[in-house]
């Protein structure tokens, strides 16, 4: 009800440099972390009927935080009294980064998108592992999402890749390989065959050993992909997943395409919101049909509809990011709320009966 205006105070107070505002909504979240029931009370929207167990861990509901807003878990608490069935946090990278001078993330609100060029500044790997050792998580799959280091070269990635794995093992539900975005030079070609294989052997290896030598589960692992590939990388990739028994996929990241922006722009950056709604469903449909694994929906949710669409799509759970910025701190309650009428309106008893 008062988000717009807090919304539009927010949005002038940071018109210079947007990322101002999500500091500060980072500050807010952890604060509110220290007494999450005040928000609790009006976020969370619980019904059984929404609840569902993918790759071995309960979601009570679907509606995950996407990689990218929490970077450093410094807000968790805050953030799973949003009302989230689980959250995403990082890209962790094995050392601390900078990311590229600001500002780096530009609002169009008029397309309901954003570009961002963070470039993965984070504090590194080291760090959010000791901040996880300090706290108790909340009680929601916590996903870590992990990419390589600018100043790692690409053939060295896969050591750089493990050591974050290592660090972070034991604090995460599952792991999300970012291979996917377009502001680390070079990443994306880690999307390729050979690379990707590697990469997940390693990956998959030291997984083994890390959860035989903790005792506890061995964490699944997903590879979030990006929206630019062609459909003969896609298919690749597809397989080489499906060879190697990754558990499952994350679409999509933020796409290097305009399709769909009114306002001609030079910035350089990942392109994520609207826009990239109608791609990210294509790619999502794509790789459940090919593949049958379970795939995590990203891109451009705002709504009961779009969260609906994403599911008859044949994704499991789905993420947000640039949704929470224009709609704000009740959307997750709001999509929930909506998904549990549109399966009633639809004859849907259970989450994950929804299909197209
Ligand atoms: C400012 C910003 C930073 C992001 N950082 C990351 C990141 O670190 N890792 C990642 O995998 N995705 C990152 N993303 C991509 C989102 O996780 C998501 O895949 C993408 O924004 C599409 O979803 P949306 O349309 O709901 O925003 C970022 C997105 C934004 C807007």
Request: net charge positive.
């Amino acid at each position: 009800m008062f988000y717009p205006w807090i919304r539009s105070f927010l949005f002038k107070l940071s018109h210079k440099d947007p990322e101002l505002a999500h500091e500060l909504a980072l500050k807010v979240l952890q604060y509110v972390g220290r007494k999450p029931e005040i928000l609790q009370n009006f976020t969370s929207f619980q019904d059984p009927a929404l609840e569902q167990e993918v790759v071995g861990l309960t979601f009570k509901n679907p509606v995950g935080l996407a990689a990218g807003f929490d970077k450093n878990a410094v807000a968790i608490h805050g953030l799973a009294a949003l009302g989230f069935g689980f959250l995403e946090i990082g890209t962790v990278t094995r050392y601390p980064q900078e990311g590229n001078p600001r500002p780096r993330i530009f609002r169009f609100p008029e397309d309901k998108a954003l570009i961002n060029r963070m470039g993965f500044n984070n504090e590194g790997a080291d760090a959010v592992s000791k901040r996880f050792q300090k706290m108790k998580p909340p009680a929601i799959p916590i996903g870590i999402s992990i990419g390589k280091s600018k100043i790692t070269p690409l053939d060295k990635a896969v050591e750089d890749y493990v050591y974050s794995f290592q660090k972070l093992y034991a604090h995460a539900g599952y792991f999300a390989i970012n291979v996917s975005s377009p502001n680390t030079p070079g990443l994306q070609t880690l999307q390729e065959k050979d690379q990707l294989d590697n990469l997940i052997l390693a990956l998959q290896k030291e997984s083994k050993a890390l959860s035989d030598q903790m005792k506890i589960p061995r964490r699944p692992l997903f590879v979030k992909i990006s929206p630019d590939l062609s459909w003969q990388t896609l298919d690749e990739l597809m397989e080489v997943c499906l060879n190697r028994g990754v558990d499952g996929l994350i679409a999509t990241n933020t796409t290097l395409r305009r399709d769909g922006l009114s306002i001609q722009t030079d910035e350089m950056g990942g392109l994520s919101g609207k826009p990239l709604q109608k791609r990210a469903l294509e790619v999502v449909r794509y790789i459940c049909h090919h593949t049958g694994l379970p795939v995590i929906g990203v891109g451009g949710i705002f709504q009961a509809e779009d969260a609906f669409a994403m599911l008859k799509a044949g994704a499991r759970l789905i993420q947000v990011y640039t949704g929470l910025i224009y709609e704000g701190p009740f959307m997750v309650y709001r999509i929930n709320r909506g998904l549990r009428k549109l399966m009633e309106v639809h004859g849907f008893k259970r989450i994950q009966e929804i299909k197209e």
